[in-house]
């Protein structure tokens, strides 16, 4: 059974841009959320989706966006990239996001660097 | 605001030694404690976990020992071996299946 696929896996961005970041889950998995990893930071949550529903919102400011497709399939879009928006992208499925009943499945993520 | 605290940040260990690594949080609402462990070039993957109601867990050589009064859990990680160098998290979810993440303690096992 295939992993969560993350593409590509890296970015180099300027300031100013956009970028779209694509996760496919775990076949089966209809739950899929998105963190951000920064050295200082650790993992921070940024969204989980269900059903092409958002589902849960972390912290973050409004640039930061996201879908998910019927198939499960999500996208993560940040808008006006910032210096400080440059982190590894991570994306986890679950097969409902009921996270203490069922394990969470990483992705490798995406680097995306911020010039 | 982070609202699991995690150390040390980095963390040396011999070979055959035990590495400990410490978590702390704040809100009553978590009521599961997973704990992560992180390769280079790849994403976390669940270790172990533990929910509220016990005071320790134990899976092989890794051992969580949890403190509800104390708000504190820690991971124990007994023998450890070069293969077990790594990062680690520490997490806390709340009751709406939102995931709170320690800052991570890379761990070093010298041979």
């Known amino acids: 059974k295939a992993g969560v696929t993350q593409t590509p896996r890296y970015l180099i961005k300027t300031r100013g841009q956009q970028v779209t970041l694509s996760c496919s889950p775990i076949?089966?998995?209809?739950?899929v959320s998105w963190y951000q990893q920064t050295p200082g930071q650790g993992l921070q949550f940024l969204f989980e989706?269900?059903?092409?529903?958002?589902?849960n919102k972390g912290n973050f400011p409004g640039r930061f966006s996201g879908r998910q497709f019927s198939n499960s399939r999500s996208e993560m879009n940040v808008s006006t990239l910032e210096l400080g928006d440059s982190a590894l992208y991570l994306c986890?499925?679950?097969?409902?996001?009921?996270?203490?009943?069922?394990?969470?499945?990483f992705g490798s993520g995406t680097q995306l660097s911020v010039l | 605001q982070q609202q699991v605290k995690q150390s040390p940040q980095s963390l040396i260990v011999q070979k055959g030694g035990i590495s400990i690594i410490n978590c702390a949080y704040e809100?009553?609402?978590?009521?599961?404690f997973p704990w992560y462990q992180q390769f280079p070039g790849k994403g976390p993957a669940l270790l172990i976990a533990i929910r509220p109601d016990v005071s320790e867990k134990k899976e092989g050589r890794f051992t969580i020992s949890f403190n509800k009064s104390a708000k504190q859990f820690s991971l124990h990680i007994m023998d450890s071996q070069p293969g077990d160098s790594a990062t680690y998290f520490c997490a806390a979810v709340n009751t709406g299946n939102q995931f709170y993440f320690g800052t991570g303690t890379s761990l070093t096992v010298i041979p």
């Open positions: 986890a499925s679950s097969m409902t996001g009921s996270v203490t009943n069922e394990k969470l499945f």
């Open positions: 809100n009553t609402a978590f009521d599961y």
């Open positions: 076949s089966g998995h209809r739950s």
């Open positions: 989706y269900f059903s092409e529903t958002q589902r």
